[in-house]
């Protein structure tokens, strides 16, 4: 894997030993649901107010883009985001390239927005989703009629031309992703007809539960095997919404697994989102022994959520199945961190999607649990890692591959280990975290520049 760098200058940071991690902290807003709330309130007819939105720069540059496609969209002063929607076939050809960043989820989505109105739109991002494959969304829109301008390989920089009248799809997903489910489905919105996704093995469901709030007719069928088939009728009249957004999983696994692997910690993560279709992590970690108590259960924004209590745990080494992959997809790096510090060997298969992330993220973890000591096996798509029972030397310096969740994983590593873990840049954590650092010095966790280090 040759290294993938950004053209800013790197910020490298280490992480040291820490007393027992304490405190409460709330962690921000789910980034799955920041970017489907702007993009479905830029589909309704009238004006939607987001509450708790995820502010990183993934989801911005999707405010970006919705708003070169004709949506006014803006922060208000109470920190809530209103978004003024242009309705179902209302996009306007944007004058701009529309520049996603370091983001799959923006990029795949609003193809599939885009793809079934009869407008051009050139799609950029940076050096990492450059090369993540595009033509999983790429070919379901060429059977809905949209011409595609793309480097070979369907990578980015590409452009879309819709079709005057995009037609409707039933399409099996090939991998199982959610990114491609949405796009298909955002297509649909826009196409005379019913679409139809088949989808063999669950993925996060937060499209089809947001369609549903806005006002589509949406409705799904789960088959004897447990795939399900999502039917939506194209071009509905969505309504406005007012939406709260919960807590994000995914940034919740952070502070819970230093808490879990630093001796002597408590903390509370408060009103984490707790859909079934995320949260393969903490069903794995509690296996593994894990003490995580669900306190204060209710619903929040349409999705059950809790306050997770978390306390240093005597953690033991276990084999997650394919099977949990979708539920916990971008989990890994975070839970190899946990596999590291327990007992025994943690086999985790299914990993074949981890190798198309931000990063080749199976060859990261890897290289990066290696260069702290920790033995690891890589295979194609499964890794295996023996643990240290509460005890990694550290002292290596990890490459993140402009890769977010590489870098904090890393970070959360240092916090527990015998010598310091330092990651080569952390400027990507603010594609999807902004204020990791600061919540984890807040909980007590001692990080240090290169200057501070010197
Ligand atoms: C996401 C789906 C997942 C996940 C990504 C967010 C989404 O990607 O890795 O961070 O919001 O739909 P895939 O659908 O490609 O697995």
Known sequence: MSPVTSTAAPRPLSAARCEGLSGRVVVPGDKSISHRALIFSTMAVGESRIEGLLESEDVLNTAGAMRALGATVERLDDGAWRVAGVGTGGLMEPETVLDFGNSGTGARLVMGLVGSHPIAATFVGDASLSRRPMGRVLDPLRAMGVEVIARSGDRLPLTLRGPESAVPLTYRLPVASAQVKSAVLLAGLNAAGTTTVIEPVPTRDHTERMLVGYGADLTIEEDETGGRLIHLVGRPELRPQA???????????????????????????????????????????????????????????????????????????????????????????????????????????????????????????????????????????????????????????VVTHLDHRIAMSFLVMGLASARPVTVDDTAMIATSFPDFVDLMTGLGARFQTAEESA
């Open 243 to 397: 939406l709260a957004v919960p807590a994000d999983p995914s940034s919740a696994a952070f502070p819970i697994v230093a808490a879990l692997i630093v001796p002597g910690s408590e903390i509370v993560v408060e009103g984490v989102m707790l859909n079934p279709t995320r949260t393969g992590l903490f069903d794995t970690l509690v296996e593994m022994g894990a003490d995580i108590a669900i306190e204060n259960e209710r619903l929040a924004g349409g999705e059950r959520v809790g306050d997770l209590r978390v306390r240093h745990s005597r953690l033991t080494g276990v084999t997650v199945p394919a099977a949990r992959a979708p539920s916990m997809i971008d989990e890994y790096p975070v839970l190899a961190v946990a596999a590291a510090f327990a007992e025994g060997e943690t086999a985790m298969l299914g990993l074949e999607e981890l190798r198309v992330k931000e990063s080749d993220r199976l060859a990261a973890v890897a290289r990066g649990l290696a260069a702290n000591g920790v033995t690891a096996h890589e295979g194609e798509a499964s890794l295996t890692v023996v643990g240290g029972r509460g005890a990694v030397a550290g002292g290596g310096r």
